[in-house]
């Protein structure tokens, strides 16, 4: 597709700081015009009959946040085709859990980098094209793709939406969201390393979602949860009359021809198991149980393990050619104590998905979260979030804003603890705290 960018395009900034105002404007070179506001109040006096030609609007939350927050907590004199992107420190937790439960979904870590920027500036140009209500930007050329078969591509903003699951504020989170990206436009195999709890099962479906395969299925196997005996009909399988009882049975490849399987706890795989997989991934091609006729499978694989396997190739507990096979792209995920800040993002997304969007995190219970070593990664933020939200004696209701002292955490640590934590007034660290057992 071949984009026709308009010099009347405007991206607006609202900065009081010459670095933001002067990166996006080098950024902006043959994209558009910038203006820059100095202030909210300027802004909304510049808005009156300019809004057709807005396309992007950089807000600056550096300094003054409260007072630039109501131009996405009350956006009525926006057009709906205005897509916002907001300048932040590491450090503003509170205001990032605020401005994702409001649908912002790019954000930049201080003044970036100007081809990073520059990228950001052309996702909002194609972002136009898809927006609803939204004006176009960008056009095709008549003849561009005429008889090609329309196909599904993420927009920029479903693409932010998919890595906002994965935080992206900290450096380790953006590092992430960068691998990401690069193996989903692959398709390698790929090996998710990692603790366990930190998110490996969302990092494969964020790479499955943004790869060429989105619209075939994505296969969620747990190599734990597969009798030894049953593996051949699991994973290649069945046909009638295979052995009594047997039904017709497609298999996890078939299920997943041509989309992705995911195989959650790989290092689990028995040693007998090894070269049966080593050979449908070698020959592409599988035996159902009961059937002398192979079949093609067409699948890509992402496997995901908690163990050292390259030590365990060391020792013969793995096959090392089925390593090479499988670990053609290989992904460590962070833990969730090397990423604090991006707790707020993760947290937003956790409510979400629990359906408790509504629940407003107060300062010193952002604050608490992240004063806690999480030796349970993501994973125990979420049982964390489940408990807290919950009001005790009151079922079926939740709380409306979580504090500090509405946090469970554990059982055997009282609230007291945590929000002396969250105030200051605790110096201790909470994770030693826990572990001697100082609170019992």
Known sequence: MVLFYKYSEMFITVTSRADLARAVTQAARGLGRVWHASGVQELQDHSRGNLSCWKGLIIDFRDYPRERFRLVDQPSWLSGAVLVVAVVEESQGELLFDLARRGVRTWLPGVPDGAFLRETLEGLLREGQERPGGAFLARKFANDNARKQPRHEPSCHEEDGVLHALGGVSAAGRALQDAVRGASASGLPVVLTG?????????????????????????????????????????????????????????????????????????????????????????????????????????????ATNRNIENMVRTGRFR?????????????????????????????????????????????????????????????????????????????????????????????????????????????????????????
Do not use: M
């Open 195 to 303: 603790e366990s709890g930190a998110g490996k099962q969302v990092v494969a479906q964020a790479i499955h979602a943004l790869s060429p395969r989105r619209d075939k299925p994505f296969v969620d196997v747990n190599i734990c949860g597969v009798p030894e005996g049953l593996f051949e009909s699991e994973f290649f399988g069945t046909v009638p009359g295979a052995y009594t009882g047997a039904v017709r049975r497609k298999g996890y490849f078939h299920s997943a021809r041509g989309g992705t399987l995911f195989l959650d706890e790989i290092g689990d795989l028995p040693g007998t198991l090894q070269p049966k997989l080593l050979k449908a991934i070698e020959q592409g091609s599988v035996y159902s149980v009961g059937s002398d006729e192979s079949r093609r499978v067409e699948t890509r694989l992402i496997c």
């Open 320 to 440: 090392e050619d089925l390593w090479y096979r499988i670990a053609s792209i290989i992904i460590e995920i962070p833990p969730l104590r090397d990423r604090l800040e991006d707790i707020p993002l993760l947290a937003s997304k956790i409510l979400q998905a629990l359906g408790k969007a509504e629940v407003i995190l107060a300062p010193d219970a952002l604050a608490a979260l992240q004063h806690r070593r999480w030796p349970g990664n993501v994973r125990e933020l979420k049982s964390v979030l489940e408990r807290s939200v919950l009001i005790p004696d009151a079922p079926g209701r939740v709380r409306e804003i979580l504090r500090s002292r509405d946090l469970v955490f554990s059982p055997k640590i009282t609230s007291r603890v945590w929000t002396e934590a969250a105030e200051g007034d605790y110096t201790g660290d909470l994770y030693e705290y826990e572990r001697r057992g100082d609170h019992l």
